[in-house]
């Protein structure tokens, strides 16, 4: 299974992006898909999640109400909508994969792809 990561970039506090994972390798039914981040100095943490056959989702206390994890079926794509970013975003955002409905944030990551840089300016 390979995770492409695109999307990220340089964006003003208020401001908005999107970020998108694209998989391919593999059949995803039973997959849980979802974003990591890492500010400089600090460890990895646990964004959001959403479960690939019904859609469910799970966020991070630190982005609920603004960030929206949704998925392409047909494109087989995960975003992130990311809205109202504050500085404290700014981090490297990794696009993370588990089979047979694990989720991310408690267990251990499958696959990860590569991270995109999101920087937010005050």
């Known amino acids: 299974v390979q995770l492409q990561a695109s999307g990220g970039g340089l964006v003003q506090a208020g401001g908005f992006l999107r970020l998108s994972c694209a998989a391919s390798g593999g059949t995803f039914s039973s997959f849980v898909m979802g974003w990591f981040r890492q500010a400089p100095g600090k460890e990895r943490e646990f964004v959001a999640e959403i479960v690939w056959s019904d859609g469910s989702t799970y966020y991070a206390d630190s982005v609920k109400g603004r960030f929206t994890i949704s998925r392409d079926n047909a494109k087989n794509t995960v975003h992130l909508q990311m809205n109202s970013l504050k500085p404290e975003d700014t981090a490297v955002y990794y696009c993370?994969?588990?089979?047979?409905?694990?989720?991310?944030?408690?267990?251990?990551?499958?696959?990860w792809g590569q991270g995109t840089q999101v920087t937010v300016s005050s």
């Open positions: 993370a994969a588990n089979v047979g409905y694990r989720w991310l944030r408690t267990e251990v990551v499958d696959y």
